[in-house]
């Protein structure tokens, strides 16, 4: 299995990461070298074999579906590199 | 002042015999005469410390201090803190101040423990060396020339420099276990789901693990009584009572039953790091434990396991990071596809965006079956091996990882050679159980390490026995040159 340019291009834009063209064929080596290495999976029969999503089978807990946080609207939005009005700012979506 | 342990800075806070200002006070002068070197703290945070300590100071005048009361202590800064500056070493995170604590940091507030600073780490937890942190590599104190380990690099170097008297770190393929073992320390990764991961900014969710880095056992211990319970707020946390993990600290280990892996002992593990667990080993028969050969015959496939699990729940953690709520913006985007892009390919740094794309690449349409759930079948063969040895055994043991601490740059250039530092502790992490690493001797001047690893939620039994070793033997009281 290796990656060529276009499927690193492919992978980073499903990724939503910009990655300069000069970096395209070293991502590609290490990406390939990575991908070999977990190919050493595929030796091995999984038939059957239930997943393990969780070291000790516990299921997700549910919760009661009431608020139980406080509004820090501001305060949480304090981070937030572009706000307005308690709104977050991003380039125009919609014409 | 700083030689001392977590237990004697107790003992002497009790007796009066100094304050916490004092600690304080001296382990602050350490961090800014000898931190600058080591590289190990991102944010050193002495005024609030030191307002901590006279509050600590105050609470045990007025007669309610616990054992941990006025103890300084480093955060690796994959932790929340509120109004303090929490980057996981990350461009993307460089001007993001918590708006909240983690779990483990409100608790060891309410412990009364004082926070030194934020550690350094690799960038977001991924990384052996600590070499991917934006604010540059940390140095291993027992040779500047040598990677301190990594993920929790920062939080290792600080504990074996005497810089903190302790410090938490987090483990998700062996960041508390390997840099423990690089830096001569004491580390310990508990069962997953027995510390709140809230709070603790998430790489690979269904592993990642919070712990003690310590002088010894008896600290790690301590400060896991802190750290250990329930939270509501993280879905994995386990509902279950927290033990005093001192209490069975001093039970002899006569007749305790140490399975020996023999895939832990094979080709690729460094000669000097054999000989010193080995030697280790022969301590343990001399105080009366028994040896016994075991297989966990799929641990071969951790390492391509772990990169498919990790990488595809980062990928999909990391999606968090789009340069509009917290975090890194770019500079004038076009439009929102070229924010989202910009923002992450500029804010991460290269071994994070390999990551995410390895993830994103596993988790693709038509792929998801040969990777993503193939790795979730494989890890449930290598957690079966670990119950069956465990049908035989008390602990396992073996080497924390195959060589004693590498140079700067050695393995920088080459991802899938870094990946195999951790080769004998990323199974632990599949697995869930707890593990430790300890101090067992040195090669070429450089420390290394014992691995014990025990059953689910067995912390008391592997602290028990890190402790019996740790009174037979001197090697976690080794101080590295120039930080004596």
């Given at each position: ?13 499903l ?12 991502y ?32 997700q ?12 609207r501001e ?18 979506v919609?014409? | ?42 944010t050193?945070?002495?005024?609030q ?17 616990g ?46 423990m ?72 004491t ?36 400060l ?35 399975g ?26 001399k ?31 990391l ?41 994103a ?6 792929y998801?079956d ?16 670990f ?9 396992i ?17 080459d ?27 040195f ?19 592997i ?22």
């Open positions: 299995m290796s990656l060529d340019a276009d499927e690193i291009k492919k992978i980073a834009h990724a939503r990461l910009s990655i300069e063209e000069k970096d395209i064929p070293e590609s080596q290490n990406l390939t070298n990575i991908l070999e290495l977990v190919e050493q999976m595929s030796a091995i029969d999984t038939n059957g074999i239930e997943p393990m999503s969780h070291p000790l089978e516990v299921a807990r549910l919760r009661a579906d009431t608020v139980t946080e406080s509004d820090q305060h949480f939005m304090e981070n937030a590199p572009k706000a307005e009005r308690g709104l977050f700012l991003v380039p125009q919609i014409e | 002042m700083h030689n001392k342990t977590v237990a004697e800075l107790s003992a002497g806070l009790q007796k009066g015999d100094f304050s916490s200002v004092e600690i304080t006070q001296s382990y602050i002068d350490r961090i800014n005469t000898l931190g600058k070197d080591l590289n190990c703290y991102i050193v945070t002495a005024e410390a030191l307002a901590t300590a006279r509050m600590a100071d105050q609470q045990r005048s007025q007669g309610n201090a054992p941990l009361n006025g103890i300084p202590v480093a955060q690796k800064d994959i932790f929340c803190t509120q109004g303090v500056k929490t980057t996981c070493a990350s461009k993307m995170l460089d001007n993001f101040i918590a708006p909240y604590n983690a779990g483990v940091v409100e608790r060891m507030d309410t412990a009364g004082v926070m030194l600073g934020k550690t350094n780490m690799d960038e977001f937890a991924m990384g052996s060396s600590n070499e991917t942190s934006y604010y540059g590599p940390v140095k291993n104190p027992w040779d500047l020339n040598a990677v301190p380990g990594g993920s929790s690099g920062g939080s290792a170097s600080a504990v074996a420099a005497q810089l903190a008297p302790i410090a938490t770190g987090t483990d998700t393929g062996g960041s508390i276990r390997q840099p423990a073992s690089l830096c001569g320390i580390g310990l990764k508990p069962t997953y789901g027995r510390v709140s991961r809230y709070g603790m900014i998430a790489f690979a969710s269904s592993l990642d693990q919070a712990g003690p880095m310590a002088r010894s056992a008896e600290d790690a211990a301590l896991l009584n802190a750290m250990a319970g329930f939270d509501l707020r993280d879905s994995t946390c386990i509902e279950r009572d927290v033990p005093d993990y001192t209490a069975n600290i001093n039970d002899s280990v006569k007749g305790l039953k140490i020996l892996p023999k895939e832990f002992f094979a080709e690729g593990l460094d000669d000097g790091v054999a000989k010193v667990v080995q030697a280790a080993l022969a301590e343990y028969q105080m009366g434990a028994e040896l016994v050969d075991i297989s966990l015959p799929n641990s071969g496939l951790s390492v391509p396991t772990y990169y498919v699990v990790a990488p595809a729940e980062c990928s999909s953690n999606s968090r990071f789009d340069g509009v709520r917290y975090g890194y913006r770019c500079d004038d985007p076009v439009d929102l596809e070229d924010l989202y892009k910009r923002s992450r390919g500029e804010g991460f740094g290269t071994e994070v965006k390999r990551r995410i794309m390895i993830g690449y596993a988790l693709s349409a038509g998801y040969a990777y993503y759930l193939k790795a979730q079948q494989i890890r449930r063969l290598i957690s079966d091996d119950k069956k040895a465990f049908e035989k055994v008390d602990v043991m073996g080497p924390t990882a195959p060589s004693v601490a590498f140079d700067l740059g050695e393995k920088s250039d991802p899938v050679n870094m990946y195999l530092s951790d080769i004998y502790t990323i199974a632990v992490n599949l697995a869930g159980l707890p593990g430790m690493s300890i101090p067992a001797g090669v070429d001047s450089r420390p290394a390490g014992l691995q014990i690893i025990g059953n689910y939620f067995d912390e008391s039994k602290l028990n026995v890190a402790h019996q070793f740790q009174k037979e033997t001197n090697w976690h009281q080794q101080k590295p040159p120039g930080y004596e």
